[in-house]
């Protein structure tokens, strides 16, 4: 039971009954009888809403990404034959914040009624949703009824998937001239399925489908083509170092966001795609994808991997994502470079899969280091901090230039730059057909 504010105001209104005890004897009586006369209202106004039964709740959830503002839908109906007057709280998980709140209505007799409100996803994962609290009265009630009604439902923030400016790109990519569309020529013999064709006597024995053979009881050869487009493998490094915090998101976060937008052009070019993320271990591995498929896929695959707090280990991980790739692939690495004596790993074992594939690593700046670098320091302190910003700075150049010389291709950018220019650069690979 829920006092509403009519019951205190009711209250105070026959409080100076109780003045009536100082005069007479019996003035008790008057006010003692006013208060039943409250209480008995109270009973019949909470008696007068139904239980949990007396109700039937929908919650409807839209796709839910990062960072953005989503909608949630509740439908309550109402099964008893009274007019009530309900308000709503759902209890949502900290993952979600409401950000518009959820107005009271007026719920009619056999009636029913929608809720709109909107919550910004604050972490990815997948979650819970359990139950609804409905605080449903008559009308002018002077006590309501608190319900907590259960509407399980499970869902999934999943990675941020474009802003403003990332769309404006994929408009300008749309529009781009048909020769990047084109298939790139494959020499030697195919490997992707065409169909079925009779075998013919001479024919390679390896062509032959036996269980269609069986099926048919006749011997069925299966035609192939040339592959459609190139390979790509994006590998996210999930290691304690993606962990850092750039703005608003850390590494990680920027960097499953890019790996979401690439794999959406990919598939727009008919691309193959395979995606990972490791840190001294493989977390996670979607299999090479193409077509429709590729988009829900690699969503369903990052929506909930997190960063570890371990060292990465990329001796492991990166010979066990290459024993996974049978063709030769566009890899692209996200990860973050230090160094050179602390990403020896990174850069030997780079340099191992670039004799089979062609390797982008892809590591995001911190701008504030770039700016304390380019400072003018006024005190002995930012002086110091002047030329470890510098120092840290021109080390990640060597390494990264390093890397360069080794026959990696390195991609440097700001957060904010990142998805745009990461797939500037698998545009220009594709053009000049490097894979």
């Known amino acids: ?77 109402n099964q008893s034959g009274r007019d ?41 994962g997948k979650y819970h949703l359990d139950s609804l609290v409905l605080r449903a009265g008559r009308n002018g009630a002077l006590m309501e009824r608190q319900l907590r009604l259960r509407a399980p439902a499970d869902l999934r923030v999943y990675p941020r998937f474009a802003t403003a400016d990332e769309y404006r790109l994929l408009a300008r990519i749309h529009h ?5 569309r084109r298939p790139r020529r494959v020499h030697g013999n195919g490997t992707d399925f065409e169909s079925l064709l009779t075998y013919l006597p001479g024919e390679d024995l390896r062509t032959v489908d036996w269980k269609a053979s069986a099926k048919r009881g ?12 190139q390979q790509i493998s994006v590998m996210i490094d999930g290691g304690r170092r993606m962990a850092e915090q750039i703005g608003d998101y850390s590494r990680f976060e920027y960097a499953l966001n890019a790996a979401v937008m690439l794999s959406h052009v990919a598939q ?23 077509g429709t498929a590729v988009m829900r896929t690699v969503l369903e695959s990052l929506s909930t991997v997190e960063v570890r707090q371990v060292e990465t280990d990329y001796w492991q991980v990166v010979g066990q994502v290459m024993d996974r790739l049978k063709r030769r692939s566009l890899l692209v690495m996200m990860t973050d470079v230090l160094d050179t004596a602390s990403s020896s790993g990174l850069m030997i074992n780079l340099a191992r899969a670039a004799s089979r594939h062609l390797v982008l690593c892809v590591v995001l700046t911190e701008p504030r ?25 021109l080390q990640r150049h060597l390494a990264l230039e390093t890397m360069r010389a080794r026959g990696i291709m390195v991609l440097e950018t700001s957060p904010e730059q990142l998805t745009i220019q990461l797939i500037r650069r698998y545009l220009e690979v594709r053009r000049a057909n490097l894979q």
Not at 28 to 50: H, K, R
Not at 93 to 114: S, Y
């Open 369 to 393: 280091i770039a700016t304390i670098a380019e400072s003018q320091p006024e005190t002995l302190r930012d002086a110091y901090v002047k030329a470890a910003a510098s120092h840290t700075k």
């Open 176 to 180: 781009q001239d048909e020769a990047m």
């Open 84 to 124: 009530l007057r309900v308000s709503m709280r759902d209890e949502l998980p900290p993952a979600l914040r409401q950000i518009t709140p959820i107005e009271a209505v007026r719920l009619p007799e056999r009636g029913e009624c929608d809720w709109k409100y909107e919550v910004r996803s604050e972490r990815r």
């Open 218 to 229: 006749f011997l069925v050869s299966r035609n192939l083509q040339t592959e459609r487009g």
């Open 268 to 290: 727009r070019r008919g691309d193959t795609v395979a995606v990972s993320t490791f840190s001294d271990r493989v977390e996670s591995f979607m299999p090479p994808t193409r």
């Open 1 to 77: 039971m829920v006092p509403t504010v009519r019951l205190v105001r009711w209250i105070a209104l026959g409080s100076p009954l109780w003045l009536l005890a100082l005069a007479t004897p019996a003035g008790w009586i008057a006010g003692t009888a006013y208060m039943l006369v409250l209480a008995s209202i109270c009973v019949m106004d909470y008696l007068a809403v139904p239980g949990p039964e007396g109700f039937q709740i929908q919650r409807v959830l839209g796709r839910l990404s990062l960072g953005a503002v989503s909608d949630i839908h509740i439908q309550v109906i």
